[in-house]
């Protein structure tokens, strides 16, 4: 059964595809924060153009949302690190090990990820940590070797950091806060069309250069019930993200075709009320008019001609 619910997921999904072969297709896998949610898991995007499958930061639990894809974990082109925080690097060890292990793995050529200075070392130390582990199963599973080894490429400034089959990502600087440096956004463009990925950020100039034109941005977002604003927890939550009013402003300078939010920093006060996606949107269009969006976890947008928004709830198709 669970076999047959996988491939019906993927067939649906694949169909808007098949029609536009430009297209570009973005799958929200990921749109919380650290906070252990089944709902909302940690921050990750897959986009998915020109026959490549790239994923953009890895949180907790990305390799189930795959799989809820259909899409084998050693089926992934390339791995890209906007920043260091754990919430957007802790399952790279999962899709690093599971992508390896057959039959949902079955990688055999190097784990490639490409981040900001740090990245060779999360890496290095991953392998120094896992040693034990792919020693057994390289001599008692017959494993490839080649499977597990990885290919790290970093950059520290804004450049093209891939380009083949016709996809191009560039990185580009943003702005995170304080000493939370370094921080990186990238831009995806394919057949013509672009999706724009922020990063954590706060409002920023380099973003908005850089995110012009673009058909899709999708952006990180804050917000908490002014109670609690004073806080000092929370006025540093918001001091590093970007605020609804801000993300409208940028949306005005871009004019994306269309604008998603995710990676939901939505503090509690006392009595565990936050503010909702809903506050989120509606802060927001205040200023702003075009046409937006509230991610979610298995979002799936097409970007062609149209642009075509497709939601699946996460427990309806969980393994």
Known sequence: MR????????????QPVSAQADSIVVTLLGTGTPNPRIDRLGPSTLVEAGGQRLVFDVGRGTTIR????????????????????????????????????????????????????????????????????????????RLAPSGIAFQATEFSSDTTVFDEGGVRVSAFQVDHGGDLKPAYGYRVSHGGYSVVISGDTRYSE????????ADLILH???????????????RFVLSHHTQPAE?????????????????FALPPNRTGRSST??????????????????GEDLMQIVIGRSIVVRRTNPARTSP
């Open 220 to 234: 990180e977002v804050t917000m908490a019930p002014d109670e609690i604003k004073d806080q000092p927890p929370v």
């Open 3 to 14: 076999q047959v619910v996988i491939a019906v997921i993927a067939l649906l999904i694949a």
């Open 277 to 294: 996606p809903a506050d989120v949107l509606a802060e927001a269009r205040r200023t702003y008019h075009g046409r937006m969006e509230a």
């Open 206 to 213: 380099n973003l908005i250069k850089h995110a012009s034109g």
């Open 66 to 141: 795959l799989e809820q894809l259909g899409i084998r974990s050693g089926a992934v082109t390339a791995v890209f690190i906007t920043h260091p925080h754990s919430d957007h690097t802790n399952g790279v060890p999962d899709l690093w090990l599971t992508g390896w292990l057959p039959p949902l793995g079955g990688r055999t050529t190097p784990f490639r990820i490409i981040g900001p200075p740090g990245t060779s070392e999360l890496m290095r130390g991953l392998q120094i940590a896992f040693a034990g582990d792919t020693r057994m199963r390289i001599s008692e599973e």
């Open 247 to 263: 993300a409208a402003r940028v949306f005005s300078r871009t004019k994306p075709r269309l604008a998603v939010f995710t990676h």
